[in-house]
């Protein structure tokens, strides 16, 4: 293995209507989270999927404004969670997790990407294109489990007038407005709108 080989881990990208790809990353971590959110054209979302053995699972990597940013369908979830879509660039990615000593992301030689691939081409779906997110894909959680728990939506609007005062969470930046919570992403903003649900009703 070469020096600049041993600076590179390999994932698994999906992209919308093509099939999985091996692709390579960078070992560093905050080369790695860049790229990947390149990839991703966002911030990252996570999940663990499952134990893949030897202290590491495999994670699914997502942009986690997909659905506000109406980004294409890619792939259902397999199972009893079919209903549930994956939209926009996909990554799978091994992670030490909790029972390992080790922390960060971990290489996975071409031969098990490969045989995920198969995996991830037999058992999640891939979207005809036309599928459009749940309702429940679309509200998001504030404060779960908690006396403040507060559901909302976020919707698009226009650019706001003032947009020079903000605070930057990777690639998104938090707009101060004094009537609402306004984000931009890409070149285009989105508004908080507080839903009522059982749980969090409007007071």
């Known amino acids: 293995m070469t020096d ?15 099939e999985p790809e091996i692709c390579q990353l960078p070992l560093n971590v905050d080369e ?11 911030n990252i ?7 893949i053995g030897n202290g590491a699972s495999l994670w699914i990597l997502v942009n986690d404004f997909a ?20 939209f926009g660039n996909v990554i799978f990615i091994a992670i030490y997790n909790e029972k390992s000593e080790f922390e960060g992301p971990v ?6 990407c490969k045989m995920f691939i198969e995996q991830i081409k037999a058992n999640f779906e891939q979207c005809k294109g036309d599928e459009k997110p749940r309702s429940q894909d679309e509200v998001y959680v ?16 226009e650019k ?9 969470a990777g690639r998104a930046k938090l707009i101060k407005h004094d009537e609402y919570e ?14 009522t649900t059982k749980k969090t009703p409007l007071n």
């Open 107 to 112: 290489n996975m030689p071409e031969n098990i």
């Open 32 to 42: 790695q989270i860049e790229v990947i959110s390149d990839i991703l054209e966002g």
């Open 4 to 18: 600049e080989e041993k600076k590179i881990i390999h994932a698994i990208l999906v992209k919308p209507g093509q």
């Open 142 to 157: 504030e404060f779960p489990e908690s006396e403040n728990e507060r559901s909302f939506k976020w919707h698009e609007i």
């Open 160 to 168: 706001p007038e003032h947009v020079d005062k903000f605070v930057q």
């Open 45 to 51: 979302g996570s999940t663990e999927f499952f134990d």
């Open 67 to 86: 659905v506000p940013l109406g980004l294409k369908p890619n792939r259902h979830l397999p199972g009893k969670d079919k209903d549930e879509i994956l």
């Open 182 to 195: 306004v984000i931009e992403l890409n070149g285009r903003y989105f508004k908080q709108v507080t839903i």
